[in-house]
């Protein structure tokens, strides 16, 4: 691999922190805890946050995308992109645990997590300058694998630096929440400290860059010239279709895949912590092995085989009665998870014309985002119907079925593809 190969990858260890901290393991769970009046209340509008970010990026991901390839303003717009992303993610410090919080708070989450998105858009669109064709599939899963990696060293750092010390390090002030609140600056610090060679050592744009204007005029027209021609397109158009549904499957299981092993299985907070930590550890392994040997086993078939994992290891969870089950199948699970998601980056790579890359990415972060809410929807609906977690999670199992069922139908153009 090469240098710049390398510097693309180590942006998903940066990155990947977001995720892990703020949006699954410690900042959800003190917003619907500990600033939120009540637990149902906090999960509400933490769920009303998420719909309207998932609509801005709905919006913004395939307009920006076909900007940044007609102005030549990929690295500009990424490096735009996670300041905001670290700006936004160290205001969280400033939330302390009390409901009149609870807005700076979901619009700090709010707009980091906007900014993250569409700093992925971006991101996902350099692989083909970084990677040749036959290194594509180790590189994206190199990265992907780097990226759980990263997330769990910072659970790690935010658990037994910020989270665990009794009494707190730093003087920081237990009441307050401080130790935990800290984790959203040490989650800043650490997107900054480790996105940065991605932005120093990828080459620019070469050749005249229109103005903005012009960019902008440029980028809907392909927008729209891609969206009026994905019916003729029906390999891109089959996957995007499938990629909404297993992404919805695959978001809803980290929405609520702590919540469900604190009801159902009883969890606290602190082993949570270090089920998160196991659990990326598995994902990043996943991630790196299916890697190694994607560009040999094709992308469909990895998504394929990760997916059919997948729904067999999701629907074991949800029958499972003992700890040590649940641990084990999900762990299990963790290993598949990573391969779903970088094979995926991966095929789209491959589906892309190359002067078109980032737009179509801009489609790829619509079809995880467009219909985002629909998983959570539908897990709250049939949990509040049958007053049962267990049933409710049984909607995950069938948004991933639903996908892969879909992409069993796509017949990719390249002839490594299989």
């Known amino acids: 691999m090469t240098r710049q190969a390398w510097a693309w990858a180590l942006y998903d260890w940066a990155n990947s922190a977001f995720p892990t901290v ?24 933490w769920g009303w946050m998420q719909t309207i970010v998932g609509l801005a990026v709905a919006l913004l991901s395939p ?3 076909a900007v940044a390839d007609a102005g030549g303003r990929r690295r500009p717009m990424l490096g735009l992109c996670t300041g905001v992303m670290v700006m936004a993610t160290a205001g969280i410090w400033f939330a302390e645990p009390r409901p009149e919080d609870a807005l700076w708070a979901l619009a700090c989450v709010g707009l980091a997590t906007i900014a993250f998105e569409l700093g992925n858009v971006f991101y996902n669109s350099l692989l083909p300058e970084v990677a040749p064709p036959a290194q594509i599939g180790r590189v994206s899963g190199l990265a992907w694998g780097l990226g759980y990696a990263g997330g769990l ?29 800290a984790t959203a600056l040490l989650t800043a610090a650490w997107v900054a400290a480790f996105a940065w060679p991605v932005l120093a050592l990828l080459p620019g744009h070469h050749g005249p860059k229109p103005g903005w204007r012009t960019a902008a005029q440029g980028g809907m027209a392909e927008i729209i010239r891609l969206l009026r021609g994905l019916p003729r397109n029906p390999v891109m158009a089959r996957f995007l279709v499938a990629r909404l549904f297993y992404t919805d499957g695959l978001n809803t299981l980290f929405a609520f895949g702590a919540i469900y092993a604190a009801g159902v299985f009883g969890m606290e907070f602190e082993e949570i912590l270090v089920f998160g930590i196991a659990l990326n550890l598995t994902a990043g392994l996943g991630a790196a092995g299916f890697g190694l040997i994607e560009d040999r086993m094709g992308s469909k078939r990895t998504v394929m085989v990760s997916l059919g994992a997948l729904v067999l290891l999701s629907a074991g969870l949800l029958v499972v009665e003992g700890k040590p ?21 991966t095929l789209m790579a491959r589906l892309a014309p190359p002067e078109e890359v980032a737009a179509h990415f801009g489609l790829f972060a619509l079809s995880g985002r467009v219909t985002g809410f629909l998983g959570p929807a539908a897990l709250a609906a049939v ?13 995950v199992v069938v948004f991933l079925a639903l996908g892969a069922a ?11 593809e299989r």
């Open 153 to 181: 060293a910072c659970l790690v750092v935010a658990l037994f630096v910020l989270v665990q010390p009794k009494p707190p390090l730093f003087g920081l002030d237990a009441a307050s929440a401080e130790p935990v609140r």
């Open 383 to 395: 949990t509040t119907a049958t007053g049962s977690q267990r049933a409710g999670m049984a909607t």
């Open 63 to 65: 307009v920006l995308g």
């Open 22 to 45: 703020v949006s699954t393991f410690v900042i959800a769970a003190y917003f619907t805890k500990g600033i939120a009046p009540d637990a149902a209340t906090g999960q509400a509008q």
């Open 406 to 416: 879909i992409l069993a139908g796509v017949r990719p153009y390249a002839a490594t």
């Open 325 to 345: 089950a649940f641990w084990a199948l999900a762990l299990t699970l963790g290993l598949f998870i990573g391969p779903a998601q970088a094979a995926s980056r």
